[in-house]
DNA sequence: TTGTAAGCGTTATCAA
DNA sequence: TTGATAACGCTTACAA
């Protein structure tokens, strides 16, 4: 008698395991079919008959069935779960609304997502490709191009569909949904220049960065094309963040002879960087004029109200979401580059050149 | 000739697949063992003998095997994947440290973080039930009390453990690691009580919020314990979030007989609080002195610099993790509620009472 | 120390 | 439309 075999052995399981749960022969059981038709009746309802189907529902909510997410994706080989890798030098204030769209998006999908921050933590490159590897994840979102490996190999190579979100990745062939950094860096010097602007400094990202590069290269077609020469221009190191702000700033107060008009490629650093130059005793923008970069809320409620580029931080999350759903899919895409548009947002740190 | 007829299925399973993965069978079958073996090499690799452990291990390199965790998860019950739970409202520059805190925890533990960000659509609740109900989840973290539930389930009810951060669950008995809310606002009231201010302000978070409610019991308590009486008290409503600081600030605008002396509940609040009433011609603190609550890095960065409770935000998180750590190793924990020190500091938003 | 083989809970194939 | 049953890839008694 096979079946009072198994009794035992379930019970004898039963104190390991986390919870006596309900399985799907338990349903049949209660609806009286086979599991088979449980199966069915969850996943295409309009393949057994409606008075089955109303049995099994039953016997669902009755006892409280949930399938087992293991057995299933054991079974189906997709794991609807997809991993998010973004960078140790993560910014918060911007890449918290990335996230949410990119959340949004794909809860709506019914896909879970799974946190891959880097640098926190020894073996999170190792880990993170496991997971990858082992089949646990369906797919990737890099954020700033940060791509885990781990000797040698790259989540890239499991062959999983991966979109990067703010900057192209090292890999070629990947996707990515990016901001027009280059035009964007354009539009703040323009404006700037606009303005009688004729002496710059250019806060600068990381060197090597991808969104640096970009917005390096279009500061200086700019200024190029307005005439400005070497001796016009200073470049002041930053990484992003509040901390490289303060020390673009006390480098701007120990110029001999300082610029009046300051591009900075992140509202983090414009921020920080306009404190301090105050407290140095410059006013913004009777003697400094500064524009920022991304449009974090924050600019709103330092003082003056940030003149910055407003990135569409949102969408740059939820469309990469959704071109990710669509590989996953199986569907190819038509562009490897989606390109959104930033927006100067004129507030009160940038003005006219004293004169 | 079983094995034949197993070949074929797999080549016919091999094009609707993700990848031809590499399983445990192909590393037994390189390193001339056989599965048990293999498996026991990577899980115990001292209940193996050396050389077969190198041959085993070899093989893995070679073929860049990576166990499948669906298999295994299935098998064992458990899968190493952390829910972390997050309100609708999330104030990323606060949580964002927490989050770290968490992240940093659970890596060096060997877990995933699963997002559940609640608010993200609709039927996201639903789906978080399903996920811990499914078996995917082996322990969650309720952010600010935040606790999904779905036609009367919580994830509470599937058994498995949950540790609160930030603010107790509404279930009893969830163990939490929190902030002592109540001491450190009566320390800010205090803070302005002995600059003499005597007449105060309180903008508070939202109605019923676990926090709120600790908050204004500690602000109470300093006040009457300073003799103030009702009429020297204004109460301004708020969220936490920038906007709500906004309309606080309005509010406070709008007052026949402003306060001198301001405690708000979060930084968030207090910097757009300051904002507002700076445009409408206050001065902080000469005017007005306003002390925050949370220690955000940009408290540092307006103008003039916030002087605020610092929370300790990572610890929040790291402590948070650990304790869940602990409760899902089946370790007993000694005390239900974790409470850590806030620190008031001191920086230049708020001054002696003008005379 | 190593191998054999029985599940873990689903889903999908095939037959009825 | 429904049911029996064979995988999915792994871990772990149990036997050798």
């Known amino acids: 008698m096979p079946s009072a075999k198994k009794t035992i052995k379930r019970i004898q399981k039963r104190v390991p395991r986390k919870a006596a749960n309900i399985r799907i022969g338990d349903v049949a059981r209660a609806a ?4 088979a038709t449980v199966s069915r009746a969850l996943t295409f309802p309009d ?5 089955t189907r109303e049995r099994v529902l039953a016997a669902v909510r009755e006892l409280g069935y949930t399938p087992n997410s293991a057995a299933r994706q054991l079974r189906v080989g997709t794991s609807r779960t997809v991993l998010v ?43 993170l490709i496991d997971l990858v590897f082992g089949g646990h994840i369906d797919g990737a979102l890099a954020l700033s191009g940060a791509i885990p490996s781990h000797e040698g190999r790259t989540i890239a190579d499991s062959g999983i569909p991966i979109v990067g979100i703010c900057a192209e990745t090292d890999i070629v062939g990947i996707p990515a949904v990016v901001v027009d950094d280059e035009i964007c860096c354009r539009t703040q010097t ?12 250019y806060v600068a990202g990381p060197r090597g960065n991808y969104n640096e590069c970009r917005r390096h290269a279009g500061f200086q077609a700019e200024v ?27 480098a701007f107060l120990a110029l001999e002879r300082r610029p009046t008009g300051v591009v900075v490629t992140s509202d983090e650093m414009a921020i920080a960087f306009m404190a301090t130059i105050r407290r140095g005793g410059l006013k913004v923008p009777q003697d400094v004029s500064v524009v920022g970069f991304d449009g974090i809320e924050l600019g709103d409620f330092v003082e003056p109200t940030l003149t910055t580029i407003r990135q569409p931080r949102f ?30 947002d004129k507030r009160e740190s940038a003005g006219p050149v004293k004169r």
């Open 190 to 201: 323009r404006y700037l220049l606009e303005m009688g602007h004729r002496h710059l400094a």
């Open 85 to 127: 890798v973004v960078g140790a030098r993560h910014n918060p204030p911007f890449f918290s609304e990335v996230l949410r769209g990119i959340d949004v998006a794909l809860s709506q999908a019914g896909y879970a997502v799974l946190m891959g921050n880097l640098g926190s933590g020894e073996g999170k490159e190792k880990y």
């Open 224 to 250: 190029a094309a307005a005439g400005l020469k070497p001796d016009d221009i200073v470049r002041l190191e930053g990484n992003y963040d509040f901390a490289s702000g303060v020390t673009a700033g006390e």
């Open 315 to 344: 969408e740059l999350g939820s469309t990469g979401a959704n071109l990710l759903l669509q590989l996953m899919r199986g569907e190819a895409m038509e562009n490897r580059l989606t390109v959104l548009n930033g927006a100067l």
């Open 32 to 35: 009286g079919v086979s599991t």
């Open 47 to 51: 393949r057994v008959l409606e008075q």
